[in-house]
């Protein structure tokens, strides 16, 4: 694993926007695996800039996002969904019929699982994959558990990550309790991965996942094991080590 030590979380976006730019220059019509939550949006903002000063073109991209709440809509302020198109996708040139995201509205579970597979199989797999690191160690909703996961499955979110992200909802009981999530399988199946770690709130976690015992209760330690990870992390995060 590459660790990429930077000041603060500016710096972070800077270094993982140009990693993907050049991601997208070297093979244009590249698959994307892209993250949400508050780590990667400084990213998508550098992204649109450049994009908008003529210097990125995603008109060949495809994009396969991590994870999806079940049971709520596109539309909805709170979904996954709304968040990418709101914070990247409407501000770029990429064609929408080819950002994937899992269909939080299918309440068949196999189902929208098994459907997501292959999107992701069809797509011919992810080139770079984006991630992100949860307080208890998830990445995308692959939650702390007794087994690394395969491919797409329905998670209980557990309480942590509940108390994280009621952050983003009016209140607590308004958080969906499960989730439609990429499996750490396939995770590890991207050519590369970039992850993005800011802030002291994660310094502990981050401790673990690259110090710590290869464990799927620590899921993203299982990282250790990819060939090509770069590991972007801020001074804060790195505090611990
Ligand atoms: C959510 C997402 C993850 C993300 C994590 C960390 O639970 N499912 O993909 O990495 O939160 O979020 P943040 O970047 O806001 O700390």
Redesign the pocket.
Same mark, same amino acid.
């Not at 993250?35 to 990667?40: L, M, N, R, V």
């Not at 991630?131 to 307080?135: A, I």
């Not at 998830?138 to 909703?141: A, L, N, T």
């Given at each position: 694993m590459k660790l990429c030590k930077v000041k603060d979380y500016k710096d972070l976006s800077r270094k993982a926007a140009n990693i993907i730019q050049a991601q997208v220059i070297l093979k244009p019509d590249c698959v994307l695996g892209l993250? !949400? %939550? $508050? $780590?990667?949006v400084g990213i998508y903002e550098i992204l649109i800039e450049r994009h908008q000063n003529g210097d990125l073109d995603f008109s060949e991209v495809s994009t396969i996002n *991590?994870?999806e709440y079940k049971g709520l809509r596109p539309d909805d302020r709170q979904s996954y969904r709304y968040f990418m198109n709101t914070k990247f996708f409407d501000h770029i040139n990429i064609n929408k019929l080819r950002t994937f995201i899992p269909n939080g509205l299918e309440e068949n579970s196999e189902k929208a699982c098994r459907d997501y597979d292959k999107i992701i199989e069809d797509c011919g797999g992810v080139d770079l994959q984006l *991630? %992100? *690191? %949860?307080?208890n160690g998830?990445? %995308?909703?692959n939650e702390p558990c007794g087994a690394f996961s395969c491919g797409t499955h329905c998670v209980d979110l557990s309480f942590s !990550?509940i108390n994280?992200?009621k952050r983003f909802f009016d209140s607590e009981t308004d958080v969906p309790r499960q989730?439609y !999530?990429m499996g750490i399988r396939s995770i590890m199946l991207s050519k590369k991965i970039v992850v993005v770690v800011s802030g002291t709130d994660?310094a502990a976690i981050l401790k673990k996942v690259l110090c710590g015992p290869i464990t799927p209760q620590v899921p993203a330690s299982v990282l250790q094991l990819h060939a090509d990870v770069t590991m972007i992390a801020d001074q804060a995060a790195l505090s611990q080590i």
């Open positions: 993250a !949400t %939550g $508050s $780590s990667p *991590l994870d *991630l %992100g *690191l %949860g307080h998830h990445i %995308g909703f !990550t994280a992200n989730a !999530t994660k």
